[in-house]
């Protein structure tokens, strides 16, 4: 089954604790995001990622860091958390290329609190 | 700055009666426009997807597209409960660096 996964899907942490959400997708997508979604503020993309060892800033990328050492996996990492980070979070993925279609397909989120 | 506006709604619909979603983008060069359904705590889901002038009909959905008025709707024929959600209007400018710019969502109920 083509689908993006990530883990944990629920996370309760306290400030300044490092942490790693994992990000995989099944599908040979060259194009991964990462995206947080806060109410009233819709979904705001954090990091992408155009191909292996390419990744850029979105528009919100303060206090995140990103890898993409393989094709299939983007983590996002949270050095030093802080409660302004606790939000839903979505990891994305489609494909890119001249002409491609990037309708991107969303993992079921993860959603973190920061105390 | 590209930006994609949505009414906020909620948009409260009978039962069985067609329900109109609209959207305006700003960039001008944008190619590719995406409705995506979201279901509350749940993750956005691809419904439909227009890249040209017209209408794209799919089941109970269709998009309209109109890129000289920067405009594209949804509509959902035959509204069901199961309708009720908030849709997120998303558009791709073309560039491969580019992510998509997506709408906050409109939210809709469907009243039985």
């Known amino acids: 089954e083509a689908q993006v996964t990530q883990n944990p899907r629920y996370l309760i942490t306290v400030t300044g604790k490092k942490l790693t959400v994992t990000c995989s997708q099944n599908m040979n997508h060259e194009y991964m995001s990462w995206y947080r979604q806060d109410p009233g503020l819709g979904l705001r993309q954090i990091y992408y990622?155009?191909?292996?060892?390419?990744?850029d800033k979105g528009d919100v990328p303060e206090g995140y860091k990103v890898s993409r050492k393989e094709k299939r996996n983007f983590p996002l990492i949270l050095e030093s958390p802080s409660p302004n980070q606790t939000s839903l979070y979505f990891c994305?993925?489609?494909?890119?290329?001249?002409?491609?279609?990037?309708?991107?397909?969303f993992g079921p989120g993860t959603r973190l609190t920061v105390t | 700055q590209k930006e994609v506006e949505q009414n906020s709604g909620p948009l409260s619909v009978p039962e069985g009666a067609i329900a109109s979603l609209n959207c305006t983008y700003s960039?001008?060069?944008?190619?590719?426009f995406f409705w995506y359904r979201q279901y509350s705590g749940k993750s956005p889901e691809l419904i439909m997807f227009?890249?040209?002038?017209g209408d794209k009909e799919d089941g109970r959905f269709t998009a309209q597209l109109n890129k000289a008025s920067q405009y594209v709707s949804l509509l959902i024929r035959d509204s069901q409960p199961s309708d009720s959600a908030t849709y997120l209007c998303?558009?791709?400018?073309?560039?491969?660096?580019?992510?998509?710019?997506f709408g906050k969502g409109t939210h809709l109920i469907i009243q039985p």
């Open positions: 998303a558009v791709h400018s073309g560039g491969g660096a580019d992510g998509l710019t």
């Open positions: 960039d001008r060069g944008s190619q590719s």
């Open positions: 994305a993925s489609s494909l890119t290329g001249t002409g491609g279609t990037y309708e991107q397909y």
């Open positions: 990622s155009m191909n292996v060892e390419v990744t």
């Open positions: 227009i890249y040209s002038n």
